[in-house]
C-alpha cells in the first residue's frame, strides 16, 4: 500500500505554507486548482496508483509543489486534518483500516493526533498533538556490570543529531573522558565512587523524557525576517557551541528557538588562550 502513497506523502509533508482558518478568496482559488488536479477525492487503489505515478514525473511534481505552496498558512496539523476531510473517502480509508486509534470516528473527521499518536525515529519521537519532539531514554538494567564498555553504550542510545540535548550528552561525554585519563579497562568494573557518580547521572537522565522541543521555528506568511545567534565556550574538561534563530513577526514579537548545537570532551589537553580562540 504505502508504495503508492510515496509520492503523495512526501508532497504533503513538504509544504511549509498550508491551510489556515481563516482562507481568503484567493486561497479557495488555489486549494481548488489543487484538488482538480489529482480528481479528490481518491475512491480507491487505482485512484493511489494514478496520483502515484502523476507525482512520479518531475514536471508534474513542481506543478503541483506551486500550486500547493500558494494555498499559504502555517500548521501542519490543519493541513493534514483539512487534508483528511478531502482527499481520501471513507470507504478507501476503511479498506486499509486508517481509522483513529483514540475513538471510533469516520476518517474525514479525524485529526492527525487521532491517526498518529507519536512517530518514532530511534530515541527521538514527534508527536502530532503537540507538533514538537520527545527524546526517550531506556531504563537501564540493574543488573549490568558497570565497565567502560557498558556505559559507552548507554550515552550512544541517546540520539541526538542536532544536538538539543548537548548539556546533557556533554556530561556523560566528559564522564567516558574521565574513565579514558584514569586507564580504566573496558572490561573493568568500576570504582564504586565512579558507579556512584554514574547511577546519578542515569538517574537523572530518565528526567529528558519530560521535556519537550517545538518543530514550528515560528516561521508564517507575516514573518518579518530572521536573525541567527550563535554561543560558544570551552573549559579544559569540554567545549561547546550553540546556534539559535529568531523569527520576528512584528518589532515587538520574535519567536527565540533553539536550532542546533555541538559539544565535545576531548582527551588531548587544550591551553586556554587556544581554548578562546
Same mark, same amino acid.
Not at 482559488?29 to 489529482?38: C, K, L, V
Not at 469516520?106 to 492527525?112: A, E, I, M
Not at 543488573?143 to 540520539?159: D, E, P, Y
Given at each position: ?20 482558518? *481563516? ?21 480507491? !487503489? ?6 502515484? !505515478? ?50 471510533? *470516528? ?11 499518536? !507519536? ?34 553504550? *548507554? ?25 579514558? *585519563? ?38 508564517? #506568511?507575516? #514573518? ?51 581554548? !578562546?580562540?
Amino acid at each position: 500500500m504505502w508504495q503508492y502513497t510515496d509520492s503523495l506523502h512526501e508532497l504533503t509533508t513538504s509544504v511549509n505554507r498550508i491551510l489556515t482558518n *481563516k482562507v481568503t478568496h484567493e486561497v479557495e482559488e488555489a486549494t481548488t486548482s489543487f484538488f482538480t488536479m489529482f480528481n479528490f477525492p481518491l475512491q480507491d !487503489e487505482e485512484d493511489l496508483i494514478r496520483v502515484d !505515478e502523476h507525482l512520479n514525473d518531475e514536471k508534474n511534481f513542481n506543478v503541483a509543489m506551486n500550486k500547493l505552496a500558494k494555498i499559504g498558512g502555517s500548521s501542519v496539523q490543519n493541513f493534514t486534518q483539512r487534508a483528511l476531510q478531502i482527499l481520501i473517502t471513507n470507504d478507501l480509508a476503511s479498506t486499509y483500516s486508517w481509522l483513529g486509534r483514540r475513538a471510533k *470516528k469516520t476518517f474525514n473527521k479525524l485529526k492527525l493526533a487521532d491517526l498518529i499518536i !507519536e512517530a518514532r525515529t530511534l530515541g527521538l519521537t514527534w508527536h502530532p498533538a503537540s507538533d514538537s519532539f520527545k527524546s526517550h531514554v531506556s531504563r537501564s538494567d540493574a543488573i549490568v556490570k558497570l565497565t567502560k564498555r557498558s556505559i559507552l553504550s *548507554k550515552i550512544a542510545q541517546l540520539f541526538d543529531p542536532l544536538g538539543w540535548l548537548a548539556s546533557v550528552t556533554i556530561l556523560g561525554k566528559m564522564f567516558i573522558q574521565q574513565l579514558w *585519563k584514569l586507564n580504566i579497562k573496558w572490561d573493568d568494573p568500576l570504582p564504586p565512587s565512579l558507579a556512584q557518580q554514574w547511577n546519578r547521572y542515569d538517574a537523572d537522565l530518565r528526567g529528558v523524557s519530560e521535556y519537550s522541543i517545538p518543530r514550528w521555528l515560528g516561521t508564517s #506568511t507575516s #514573518t518579518q525576517g530572521f536573525e541567527f545567534h550563535g554561543f560558544s565556550d570551552s573549559s579544559q574538561d569540554a567545549l561547546g557551541a550553540v546556534l539559535y534563530i529568531r523569527t520576528i513577526q512584528t518589532f515587538a514579537d520574535a519567536k527565540v528557538t533553539l536550532l542546533v548545537a555541538k559539544s565535545k570532551a576531548p582527551l588531548k589537553k587544550q591551553t586556554i588562550p587556544r581554548l !578562546e580562540l
